[in-house]
């Protein structure tokens, strides 16, 4: 659905349907979006399973990271320590 309010869908209605059922269809599959990730964090490995569990875990790392990132910065924001 945000292709299509994000200017990236192509003209062709028909296409634009075809490509947010595609977007629909990762978004309900965990293995699917677990591809998507290793192909994203390391683009030059396999789809094997050490490779998309090393994504994985990499994801997930940077994920909680982040989240600390956040966390610091809100309580240092407000006066926090």
């Known amino acids: 659905m945000w292709l299509a309010t994000a200017g990236v869908c ?5 296409q634009r349907k075809k490509i ?6 990762i978004e309900n599959n965990p ?3 677990q591809l998507v990730i290793r ?3 390391l ?3 396999d789809d094997s399973e ?3 569990a090393r994504a994985s875990w990499l994801y ?3 994920r909680e990271d982040l989240e600390n990132i956040i966390t610091n ?9």
């Open 10 to 14: 192509p003209s062709n209605r028909d």
């Open 39 to 41: 192909r994203y964090l």
């Open 31 to 33: 293995q699917e979006q």
């Open 43 to 45: 683009p030059h490995e």
């Open 60 to 62: 997930k790392r940077q």
């Open 50 to 52: 050490y490779s998309i």
């Open 73 to 81: 910065a809100v309580c240092k924001a407000f006066g926090g320590k």
């Open 20 to 25: 947010n059922a595609l977007v629909d269809a």
